[in-house]
């Protein structure tokens, strides 16, 4: 399986790149006509949602992100708790 590489950009949206599927809430899958790269929103201002459109240059959406380290994941709870 290839990898499926993600990229947050600056002040833009999340990139894509590799071989995924995206799903709605229902569990269905939308066609992207067999593209291996798309960028989805961050800044909310889409028309076409969850994609972008590039609706971030004319809203001004400021967002810089780095990479970090996640804290460890919270312990499982005990069945029954």
Known sequence: MAETKITVRNNGPLRIEGEFTIYDMEGKAFDLA?????SL??????ANKPFCDSSHKTVGFQSVVQACQLPPPPEPKPPGA
Not at 41 to 46: A, F, N
């Open 41 to 46: 929103c961050r800044c909310g201002h889409s």
């Open 34 to 38: 067999g593209r291996t790269a798309i």
